[in-house]
């Protein structure tokens, strides 16, 4: 890395004000210092934007500002000056902490915790220049985080099997009773909507206060001994499209946010919202059915969504 910006400010000493919000602007662009005044950012479009910035608001305050460029053959000696290490330090302690406090009574309130957690690593990473594997590690620990959540929100979660899957016929599951566990969290309620938009449009969702309870006609789905659950690293939602050879545009998508909320793995970058919204849902609609009708909603509303970006798929 030998092309750098270095911008050299001058701000009247009795603006505080001013002085406050240059700060607060260069620290939030990941400049390094290199002197009183003087700061550096690697030479990317991103970064001259935000030198720019800072460099207008203090020259129409009256102060001076002087952005230049810089070519160093020897310019990775200023590497170091970005390494966010104690950064992620104290964020990781920050979601440790959170992860030894879950409980399943706190893990609603604890999604909200989360998406905090997630802005604060989204903006280090935004200016982690030149990441190490302590980046790495910091997103991991978020995700082991995310998954313990929807766990304790969901502490019955079944087990997975290796199996076949066997294919379906959509004539012999039409008005039929679909039985799950009760106070449904993102993999039921995704779905209980597919059962009923592709596969039995007259089904009757039966809610368990404990599979135990799941009557003889009833096909269960989404806890241990049902007949459709999780198999493999597939969750319950991909079982059934598996299963029913539901392949509809947009769906494989809904699909990925499903997955990802439920068991972990590659984040999609809806995820974090539809938790968001679905939890709020959920925490404000005791009534399951009722909770089922406004989620459909969503997943209605991402399914058209998706399809609108991808129509060809």
Request: hydrophobic share 40%; charged share 20%; with cysteine.
């Amino acid at each position: 890395m030998n092309k750098w910006l270095v911008l050299i400010i001058g701000l009247p000493t009795a603006n505080a004000t001013a002085r406050m919000r240059a700060w607060r602007a260069l620290k939030a662009s990941g400049a390094a210092v290199l002197r009183d005044g003087a700061y550096l950012l690697p030479a990317n479009p991103d970064c001259q934007t935000a030198l720019q910035e800072v460099e207008r608001d203090i020259l129409a305050l009256n102060g001076t500002a002087c952005l230049l460029p810089i070519h160093d053959p020897n310019g990775q000696r200023f590497i170091p000056l970005f390494n966010r290490g104690e950064e992620y330090a104290k964020l990781r302690s920050e979601i440790a902490e959170c992860h030894a406090q879950l409980t399943t009574e706190n893990a609603l309130a604890t999604t909200r915790q989360i998406r905090k957690l997630r802005k604060s690593f989204a903006q280090l990473s935004g200016i982690d220049f030149f990441p190490e594997i302590a980046r790495q590690q910091t997103e991991a620990d978020l995700q082991r985080l995310e998954t313990a959540v929807n766990r304790a929100l969901s502490a019955d979660e079944p087990s997975s099997y290796n199996q076949p899957i066997t294919l379906c016929k959509h004539s012999d599951y039409q008005g039929r009773i679909w039985a799950t566990r009760r106070r449904p969290w993102v993999d039921r309620l995704a779905s209980a909507w597919l059962i009923l938009r592709f596969i039995d449009p007259s089904a009757r969702i039966l809610w368990l206060n404990s599979p135990d309870d799941c009557p003889d006609d009833a096909i269960g789905f989404d806890f241990d001994g049902a007949q459709f659950c999780h198999i493999g690293n597939l969750v319950t939602f991909e079982t059934l499209q598996a299963s029913f050879a539901i392949n509809k545009p947009g769906l494989e998508r809904l699909a990925a946010q499903v997955h990802y909320l439920d068991v972990g793995g590659t984040q999609p970058i809806e995820a974090a919202g539809i938790e968001r919204v679905l939890a709020g849902l959920r925490e404000n609609i005791p009534n399951d059915d009722h909770l089922l009708a406004a989620a459909s909603v969503i997943f209605d509303g991402l399914l058209a969504a998706f399809i609108e970006e991808n129509p060809h798929e």
